[in-house]
C-alpha cells in the first residue's frame, strides 16, 4: 500500500543548527515526492519537488529510491522555518495524481 | 489571479446540519480536491475532480458530496453534519491530470460540529 511515514511529530533545535526532517515511503511505482510547508494558521504551499533538484529557503532533499526516502535538510535553522512540514507522495498513473501526504513534523527553531 | 479560494473561513455547525464549503480557483485547473486535516493526521483526501461533471473519492469520503459543473468551482456538502466532521479542509487544484503536479492550497475552512 503507498504510505508516507514521517516519524517525528515534533522536532525542535536551536536557531543556526542543521535540521534535518524524514521522510519515509512505501510505494512500487515511480512516485513523485514533495514537501508542503505550513505556517502557523496559514494554507500549505509547496516547498520542494524531487524534479526539480532545487533549494528553496535554503532547503533540499534528496530521493534515495534505495532507501525509499525524501529527507528534507537545511544546514542552519533560522526562527523563520518553524512551522509544520507534509512529506508528500503522488503516483503518476493509478490515481490521477492524488497525494499521499505523512502526518507531518512540527519544526520548533528556538532562539 | 486570486489563485484557489474557500468561503467561508470559520463555520459552527449543530449536529445534523447541512451546508456546503465553497471552493474556486481562477487558474483553469483541470484537477480539484479537498481533504480534510486533523492533529496528528495530516491531510486526508475527501474527494476529488479531474475536470467539469468527473469526480470520484478520496481516503475518506463518507458523509461528503461533491459537484464539478464548471472548471472553477468544486463545492463540499456536509449532508447532516456530525461532530467528527469537526476539521480544517482544504481545497487544492493543480493544472493537470494524471502526472504527479504540484497543487495549490485555499486558506483553509475550520469546521466545528457541536
Known amino acids: 500500500a503507498q504510505r508516507v511515514t514521517q516519524p517525528e511529530k515534533l522536532l525542535s533545535v536551536f536557531k543556526g543548527a542543521p535540521v534535518e526532517l524524514k521522510c519515509n515511503y512505501s510505494y512500487s511505482g515511480s512516485p513523485e515526492l514533495f514537501w508542503y510547508v505550513q505556517y502557523s494558521r496559514q494554507r500549505l504551499q509547496l516547498l520542494l519537488r524531487?524534479?526539480s533538484r532545487e533549494s528553496i529557503k535554503g532547503f533540499t532533499a534528496d530521493l534515495n529510491k534505495g532507501e525509499t526516502s525524501f529527507h528534507l535538510k537545511k544546514p542552519f535553522a533560522q526562527e523563520e522555518d518553524s512551522a509544520m512540514y507534509y512529506c508528500?507522495?503522488?503516483?503518476?498513473?493509478?490515481?490521477?495524481?492524488?497525494?499521499?501526504f505523512g502526518k507531518g513534523t512540527k519544526l520548533s527553531v528556538k532562539p | 489571479n486570486a489563485g484557489v479560494t474557500q468561503t467561508p473561513k470559520f463555520q459552527v455547525l449543530k449536529t445534523g446540519q447541512s451546508m456546503t464549503l465553497q471552493c474556486a480557483q481562477d487558474?483553469?485547473?483541470?484537477?480539484m480536491s479537498w481533504y480534510r486535516q486533523d492533529p496528528g493526521m495530516g491531510l486526508r483526501l475527501i474527494h476529488y475532480?479531474?475536470?467539469?461533471?468527473?469526480?470520484d473519492q478520496g481516503e475518506v469520503p463518507n458523509g461528503y458530496n461533491v459537484s464539478r459543473s464548471t472548471t472553477e468551482d468544486f463545492p463540499l456538502r456536509l449532508l447532516s453534519a456530525a461532530p467528527s466532521q469537526t476539521s480544517v479542509y482544504f481545497c487544492?487544484?493543480?493544472?493537470?491530470?494524471?502526472?504527479?503536479?504540484?497543487?495549490?492550497f485555499g486558506p483553509g475552512t475550520r469546521l466545528t460540529v457541536t
Open positions: 487544492a487544484s493543480s493544472y493537470r491530470v494524471g502526472q504527479g503536479t504540484p497543487q495549490y
Open positions: 524531487h524534479i
Open positions: 508528500a507522495l503522488s503516483d503518476y498513473g493509478g490515481s490521477q495524481g492524488n497525494l499521499i
Open positions: 475532480s479531474v475536470g467539469a461533471g468527473i469526480t
Open positions: 487558474m483553469n485547473h483541470e484537477y
